[in-house]
């Protein structure tokens, strides 16, 4: 059974830090790139972040360059996203999900196998 869970959401005030934590299991970690996606109210589903770890390629929308960084555990079959200087806009549910293969980019969501359930980031100003 496929399973993935993002976890490390939470309230932080406008310049704080959070690290949202993916885990993955039922499938071949190493086959498959890890997107965060993020979704706030009333919007479209947004790719964050992707990392592609079996060739060292990483992507960033560019809101969040130079305030995320997104690494992988093949090891333990995790993803983090390490989410710095963090503004009310980055309000929203995030998401981890699995694609084979490599990233595209800009990602597609359609291209996604598999989703968790996601977590709240809620960023106060």
């Known amino acids: 059974e496929v399973q993935i869970v993002e976890s490390g959401g939470g309230l932080v005030q406008a310049g704080g830090s959070l690290r949202l934590s993916c885990a993955a299991s039922g499938f071949t970690f190493d086959d498959y790139s890890i997107g965060w996606w993020r979704q706030a109210p009333g919007k479209e589903r947004e790719g964050v972040s992707c990392i592609s770890s079996s060739i060292g390629m990483s992507n960033y929308v560019d809101s969040v360059k130079g305030r995320f960084t997104i690494s992988s555990d093949n090891a333990k079959n995790t993803v983090t996203l390490q989410m710095n200087s963090l503004k009310p806009e980055d309000t929203a549910i995030y998401y981890c999900?699995?694609?084979?293969?490599?990233?595209?980019?800009?990602?597609?969501?359609?291209?996604?196998?598999?989703w968790g359930q996601g977590t709240q980031v809620t960023v106060s100003s």
């Open positions: 999900a699995a694609t084979r293969g490599t990233c595209s980019w800009p990602p597609h969501f359609y291209e996604y196998d598999y």
